[in-house]
Nanobody
């Protein structure tokens, strides 16, 4: 299992940008698929973006395509979520998570609040 710590959340105006970071403890970080999830008030948690171990392949939920970018730096054991053109509906607690072939999304961070004011 890997320990994850998110940072970078806060308050931003609609149309603004924010970058979230997730630092991982494991020396085997480069073997994990990484993802960003979010849980908005009154809604279920949803997968926002994910990235393969090498960073060569990414996936985004439709509502953030063209606005969010997930990336990773395996030398720094860190995954990022760059969020542009933020909307009020992006307001949520954002979590990063790690996944392996044998244990899907088995490790989670504590979450970071992102609030977009309109």
């Amino acid at each position: 299992q890997v320990q994850l710590v998110e940072s970078g959340g806060g308050l931003v105006q609609a149309g603004g940008s924010m970058r979230l970071s997730c630092a991982a403890s494991a020396r085997t970080f480069r073997t994990y698929f990484m993802g960003w999830f979010r849980r908005a008030p009154g809604k279920e948690r949803e997968l926002v973006a994910r990235i393969t171990w090498s960073g060569g392949s990414t996936w985004y939920t439709d509502s953030v395509k063209g606005r969010f970018t997930i990336s990773r730096d395996n030398a720094k054991n860190t995954v990022y979520l760059q969020m542009n053109s933020l909307k009020s509906e992006d307001t949520a607690v954002y979590y990063c998570a790690a996944s392996t072939v044998s244990a899907s999304w088995s490790s989670w961070g504590q979450g970071t609040q992102v609030t977009v004011s309109s």
